[in-house]
């Protein structure tokens, strides 16, 4: 069975930083950061291929820094200069083993985690 499981959610302030980490079972193509907010439909983060090329959502580009362990197989993201409209759940994903598309936040991802809080307060 695979599992992901998300860890370093928490609440900071306004300009502070927080480093999430994904420990996964299962090492594919592409893995992926989302995030869910109240009320909000799930926005991609950040995505790595299997060669450490990254991309990024327009709002956190510059801010935030996916990068992967490929021995340990932890996927992590690096979040600086938070701001209050990054409150949201954050998931980890991996994507299917089959895909052979570009890492987009488009590709099929039918392994999640169940995410880690991440709240920022102005």
């Known amino acids: 069975q695979v599992q992901l499981l998300e860890s370093g959610g928490g609440s900071v302030q306004a300009g502070g930083s927080l480093r999430l980490s994904c420990s996964a079972s299962v090492n594919t193509t592409c893995m992926a950061w989302f995030r869910q907010a109240p009320g909000k439909e799930r926005e991609g983060v950040g995505v790595?291929?299997?060669?450490?090329?990254?991309s990024y959502a327009d709002s956190v580009k510059d801010r935030f820094t996916i990068s992967k362990d490929n021995a340990k197989n932890i996927l992590y993201l690096q979040m600086n200069s938070l701001k209050p409209e990054d409150t949201a759940i954050y998931l980890c994903a991996a994507v299917a083993p089959w895909w052979r598309g570009s890492c987009s936040f488009q590709a099929s991802y039918p392994w999640r985690g169940r995410g880690t809080q991440v709240t920022v307060s102005s």
């Open positions: 790595i291929d299997i060669n450490g090329r990254t």
